[in-house]
């Protein structure tokens, strides 16, 4: 089957971990994108990516990295610099570069602090 | 840059009756538009989209929207909900920046629906 797997789905951290969670894709889609879900605040922009080794930042990327290795996978990293991990994150692809499209989204995975 | 307003957090109907959840958006140029569904824990699913053409958009689940250019808008409808319709709805623009296709999401409404 076509689509996009997040893993883990739940992830327990301890202050002053880094985490990474894990995002793949088999849809053959170009561009990959990170967003923060918290409640009341819908979905921010965490970073992006168009092409392989190609990636910007959005509007919340303080704390975080990413890397864009393989055409499918784009993982994203929670550093300790990042102030209040704790959120539902969620991976979404776009079919091409260049073509305007919908964003396809992955089932998330949710991130919590102790 | 671009925005999106959803200005009811929460939304209660009765099933059967009829629905419309509001977005505004704000964007220079002629927006990509989206309306997006999500269940709990789960991720984001498409309802509709509009790009360009006929304002008024057909989506699934009996779902339709209606771009208004003059008033920023593009409200979702829906003539006679089910209590499956039970969700978090959440309107989007996408623009192309540097290259990118850049899409910003509203802040959401939650949808319950009563007996």
């Known amino acids: 089957d076509g689509g996009i797997t997040q893993s883990p789905k739940y992830l327990f951290r301890k202050e002053g971990q880094n985490v990474t969670l894990s995002c793949e894709q088999n849809?053959?889609?170009?561009?990959m994108y990170w967003y923060r879900q918290d409640p009341g605040q819908g979905l921010r922009l965490i970073y992006y990516?168009?092409?392989?080794?190609?990636?910007q930042k959005g509007d919340i990327a303080e704390g975080y990295s990413v890397s864009r290795e393989k055409k499918e996978s784009f993982p994203l990293t929670v550093t300790s610099a990042q102030k209040n991990p704790t959120a539902f994150y969620l991976c979404?692809?776009?079919?091409?570069?260049?073509?305007?499209?919908?964003?396809?989204f992955g089932e998330g995975s949710r991130l919590t602090v102790l | 840059a671009q925005s999106v307003t959803q200005p009811d957090i929460h939304i209660t109907v009765s099933e059967g009756a009829s629905l419309e959840l509001r977005c505004n958006y704000s964007?220079?140029?002629?927006?990509?538009l989206f309306w997006y569904v999500q269940s709990p824990g789960q991720g984001l699913q498409l309802l509709l989209k509009?790009?360009?053409?006929?304002?008024l958009v057909q989506g699934i689940k009996g779902f339709e929207a209606e771009f208004k250019r003059s008033q920023s808008s593009f409200n979702l409808r829906k003539p006679s909900v089910h209590w499956s319709d039970a969700a978090e709805y959440f309107c989007?623009?996408?623009?192309?920046?540097?290259?990118?296709?850049?899409?910003?999401f509203g802040t959401g409404t939650k949808l319950q629906v009563i007996p």
């Open positions: 979404a692809t776009l079919p091409g570069r260049g073509v305007t499209g919908e964003l396809f």
């Open positions: 989007a623009v996408g623009a192309w920046s540097g290259g990118y296709q850049k899409v910003t």
């Open positions: 509009y790009f360009s053409g006929d304002t």
């Open positions: 964007y220079g140029a002629t927006p990509y």
């Open positions: 849809l053959n889609h170009d561009a």
């Open positions: 990516s168009q092409i392989v080794n190609d990636f």
